[in-house]
């Protein structure tokens, strides 16, 4: 990414989540995306082609997790994971199992439990 970027620069997207080292492979990226796994300002994409830009919003599930970030700029190469975060902004990353995750489903009591 340079300091004088093109405000109305694109990337593939599948191009850019393997540029923010959000998964390992550009193949893996696309078989995320054509398996309705990600989205962008809140649309399902179907198409690894589908542009983004500075602005957007993907939500993603990856191994179990939900990553909700913003773009911040676009990759011209695969670098370092420092200049990978310099791409995005974390609006959300929810781990399996964490507490807003157990929050939001209540589990029934169990047999040795009181219901009243």
Do not use: C
């Amino acid at each position: 990414m340079e300091d004088g970027e093109e405000p109305g620069r694109a990337q593939r997207l599948d191009k850019w989540l393997w540029h923010g080292r959000f998964v390992k492979t550009r193949g893996l990226a696309s078989r995320l995306i054509s398996g309705g796994m990600v989205r962008v300002n809140r649309e399902r994409v179907a198409k690894p082609s589908h542009t983004v830009r500075p602005g957007d919003v993907i939500t993603a599930t990856i191994a179990g997790r939900v990553r909700v970030v913003r773009v911040l700029g676009i990759g011209d190469r695969r670098g370092p994971p420092a200049e990978a975060r310099l791409l995005y902004e974390d609006i959300l990353s929810e781990a399996p199992g964490s507490a807003a995750g157990k929050a939001a489903v209540p589990h029934p009591p169990g047999p040795d439990q009181a219901t009243d």
